[in-house]
């Protein structure tokens, strides 16, 4: 309109960058077509129009919560002459008027955060991933914590439940490999590790969560039970590791490693990772950290068992052998997430592996190391033995005890498999007997004793019985006069 003062329609619709024919147009009739134009009115009626108002409005005023489509099927049902196509229309009408007339909605408030100040800490399933450890699924979940200012990250594998226990480690697994202390750790409510525990355990839980946070001079804090949005920004977290960790299966391949050593090395991995892509923010946030204790606090919990002539203690409805000579002795047992370690005193005396069980069912971990002295004593034990079974170190072993049983008297099978036992403890040939064995069952043929004590020899009992001869001592002054000469 400006050029239009001091030139031609033509000139100035060319000089404002349009077409001639809309420059006569606009000197005719400046309105734009959306200001001229009358809106569109309903080009059919209105399907719901003589239900919203009577029966839809009072509905979502009574019952606020109610679904769009729980309206529409019991609008269905009252009125079966409805047209199912008008599904869409009720709903969007409905999410109008909620938006004019509905409830307030929760609001979500960002929150500016400072470097060093929070740290996060939770657990999510990696049921789904389906990971398997020789063969065998695991059963697991990671704890994942995070820095909300800079992104770092750590994770660790944990075998069984949201406990303290897990969370004491993985926390300072954490807190150790990024070399500081945030001043704040919030974690979820923890509801899962005060399931099944009494007003006692719970109250001695939250002074051990309150003295482990005290250590590292952190403020514990928790968010809302039910609230996962308070704890966002690890919530938010777990789904993008967790994507990670699925595209480096599909990359790898496979889903099975060889050990639990080889998964948690495969993790670790993705997660520096994950780290390196913020090392600039991390090493500036690191600088805002506290500073590390001395050393760590307790992550394990601790409890005293006798052995008993089993040769073994029930701890946690599961029962773990030892060595017999410690039966009868007091026992201190620190119970870690995947570990059991056993002091007698202030001395360390084996690792075994932690075994869990679902609840009201009774489990064992036995080692036929520790009872096979005593069992080639006793063979006929083996027969009636309750946990037989579980004494096999493998499939072989045990396939083949049925087939002895079979063949043979019992005495006769259980000495011959009790012979068995004791050579592949003594003569460190677990593994290669046991294949063995495998061929003979599939041969259909028993073992050949005397052929295998050939085949893994020496026999330790057999071995020569070496006499050494010790010279007087004036041999000795004979020779160092002679050299002195």
């Not at 946030?285 to 500073?291: F, G, H, W, Y």
């Not at 006929?380 to 946990?387: F, K, T, V």
């Not at 028993?446 to 004036?474: C, E, K, Y």
Request: hydrophobic share 40%.
């Amino acid at each position: 309109m400006k050029l239009r003062q001091t030139h031609s329609i033509a000139t100035a619709a060319v000089k404002a960058g349009f077409s001639v024919a809309t420059g006569y147009r606009l000197a005719h009739e400046p309105m734009l077509p959306m200001q001229r134009d009358a809106p569109r009115g309903r080009r059919r009626a209105d399907p719901i129009a003589d239900i919203f108002e009577n029966e839809i409005v009072p509905l979502l005023k009574a019952s606020p919560g109610l679904r769009a489509v729980a309206i529409y099927e019991e609008m269905r049902r009252r009125h079966p002459n409805l047209d199912p196509g008008v599904r869409r229309t009720m709903e969007r009408r409905i999410r109008s008027w909620r938006a004019v007339h509905g409830p307030e909605q929760e609001v979500i408030f960002r929150q500016a955060h400072e470097p060093g100040r929070m740290g996060l800490s939770d657990f999510t399933d990696m049921g789904d991933f389906a990971v398997a450890i020789a063969g065998e699924p695991l059963d697991h979940r990671l704890y994942h914590f995070r820095l909300i200012w800079s992104g770092f990250e750590h994770a660790h594998v944990i075998l069984g439940g949201e406990s303290y226990v897990a969370l004491a480690e993985g926390l300072q697994n954490a807190l150790w490999a990024l070399g500081g202390a945030p001043g704040e750790h919030r974690s979820d409510s923890l509801s899962a590790a005060f399931r099944n525990l009494d007003a006692e355990a719970r109250a001695d839980l939250t002074t051990r969560y309150d003295a482990l946070c005290e250590h590292y001079g952190m403020i514990p804090t928790r968010n809302n039970r039910g609230i996962a949005h308070e704890n966002g920004g690890i919530e938010s977290a777990h789904g993008h590791l967790k994507a990670s960790i699925r595209d480096a299966l599909l990359l790898r391949g496979s889903c099975n490693f060889d050990d639990l050593d080889a998964y948690r090395c495969f993790i670790e991995e993705i997660v520096a990772r994950k780290n390196r892509r913020n090392a600039v923010r991390i090493d500036a946030e690191r600088a805002a950290l506290k500073p590390l204790p001395d050393r760590r606090t307790r992550d394990y919990e601790e409890t005293i068992v006798t052995i008993t002539s089993a040769s073994g203690f029930t701890l946690r409805r599961v029962f773990y052998t030892v060595p017999s000579r410690l039966i009868g002795h007091r026992v201190r047992v620190r119970l870690y997430d995947d570990r059991i370690d056993l002091f007698l005193g202030g001395t360390f005396l084996l690792t075994l592996p932690r075994i869990r069980v679902a609840s009201g069912v009774c489990g064992r971990r036995i080692d036929y190391r520790h009872v096979i002295h005593s069992l080639r004593r006793k063979p006929m034990a083996l027969m009636r033995l309750s946990y037989r079974d579980q004494l096999f170190p493998r499939d072989a072993y045990r396939l083949m005890f049925e087939r002895l049983t079979d063949a043979m008297p019992e005495r006769n099978a259980c000495r011959l498999m009790v012979e068995l036992l004791s050579m592949a403890h003594e003569r460190a040939c677990e593994a290669e007997l046991a294949d063995l064995l495998a061929q003979d069952l599939e041969a259909n043929r028993l073992p050949d004793i005397n052929a295998l004590r050939v085949r893994f020899a020496p026999d330790p009992a057999a071995l020569p019985d070496v006499v050494v001869q010790l010279g007087p001592l004036s041999d000795y002054d004979a020779l160092l006069m002679g050299e002195a000469a």
